[in-house]
T-cell receptor, first 112, second 111 residues
Framework: EAQVTQNPRYLITVTGKKLTVTCSQN?????MSWYRQDPGLGLRQIYY???????DKGDVPEGYKVSRKEKRNFPLILESPSPNQTSLYFC???????????FGDGTRLSIL | GENVEQHPSTLSVQEGDSAVIKCTYS??????FPWYKQELGKRPQLIID?????GEKKDQRIAVTLNKTAKHFSLHITETQPEDSAVYFC??????????FGPGTRLSVLP
C-alpha cells in the first residue's frame, strides 16, 4: 500500500530536549516536505527536499533541521524545542514539486 | 515569495446548494494549484488540481477555475452533501519553489 509513515503520532516533551520525527515513504517520490498546522494559519511549509541531499527552507524553518540522506526518509529534527513549536506536523511526498502531495497521518507535538 | 489568500474562512450552505471558495496568489510564476480537503482529525487529501495552462477542470460535482491574469482560482462544489463538510485548503507552487497553502475554509453543509 502506497503510504507516508510518520512516527511518533503523539509526543509530549519538555523545552530543550532534542527530538526527531521520522517520515518514510514507499512510493519512490523525489519531493518530500514538512508542514506545521496551526489553527487559523493553515499548513505552513517548514522544509522541503526535491531530491536526495537537496533541502530548502520553506516559510517557517527557524528552529528546525532536516536531512535527506536516502530517497525514502526525511526526518524532522528539533534540536532545542520550545513551546511555540507545539503544533500538528505533517510530512508529505510527491513525484515532483508540482504534483499531488501525499500526506502522512500527522504528529501532534506538545512542548511544555 | 508566494502569498495565498483564501475566502471565506467559514461557509455554511444548505444540503443540495452550491459552495464556492476563492483563492488569490501573488507570484505569477506559480503554475500548479491543488485543492485539499481535510476532515476532522484526518490528513489533507487532494480533491482536484489545475495547472496554469488550463482554465477549468471538472470532476463530477467538483470543479476548479483559474484566471491567470487576475491571479485567482476557485473551487466549486455543486449539489453539496453532508459528507462535504470539512476544511478546504487551496495551494500554489512554482517550479523549484516551496508549496504555499491558503489559511483554509471551513465548509458546513446543513441538512
Amino acid at each position: 500500500e502506497a503510504q507516508v509513515t510518520q512516527n511518533p503520532r503523539y509526543l509530549i516533551t519538555v523545552t530543550g530536549k532534542k527530538l526527531t520525527v521520522t517520515c518514510s515513504q514507499n512510493m519512490n517520490h523525489e519531493y518530500m516536505s514538512w508542514y506545521r498546522q496551526d489553527p487559523g494559519l493553515g499548513l505552513r511549509q517548514i522544509y522541503y527536499s526535491m531530491n536526495v541531499e537537496v533541502t530548502d527552507k520553506g516559510d517557517v524553518p527557524e528552529g528546525y533541521k532536516v536531512s535527506r540522506k536516502e530517497k525514502r526518509n526525511f526526518p524532522l529534527i528539533l534540536e532545542s524545542p520550545s513551546p511555540n513549536q507545539t503544533s500538528l506536523y505533517f510530512c508529505a511526498s510527491s513525484r515532483s514539486g508540482e504534483q499531488p502531495q501525499h500526506f502522512g497521518d500527522g504528529t501532534r507535538l506538545s512542548i511544555l | 515569495g508566494e502569498n495565498v489568500e483564501q475566502h471565506p474562512s467559514t461557509l455554511s450552505v444548505q444540503e443540495g446548494d452550491s459552495a464556492v471558495i476563492k483563492c488569490t496568489y501573488s507570484d505569477s510564476a506559480s503554475n500548479y494549484f491543488p485543492w485539499y480537503k481535510q476532515e476532522l482529525g484526518k490528513r489533507p487529501q487532494l480533491i482536484i488540481d489545475i495547472r496554469s495552462n488550463v482554465g477549468e477542470k471538472k470532476d463530477q460535482r467538483i470543479a476548479v477555475t483559474l484566471n491567470k491574469t487576475a491571479k485567482h482560482f476557485s473551487l466549486h462544489i455543486t449539489e453539496t452533501q453532508p459528507e462535504d463538510s470539512a476544511v478546504y485548503f487551496c495551494a500554489a507552487i512554482a517550479y523549484g519553489q516551496n508549496f504555499v497553502f491558503g489559511p483554509g475554509t471551513r465548509l458546513s453543509v446543513l441538512p
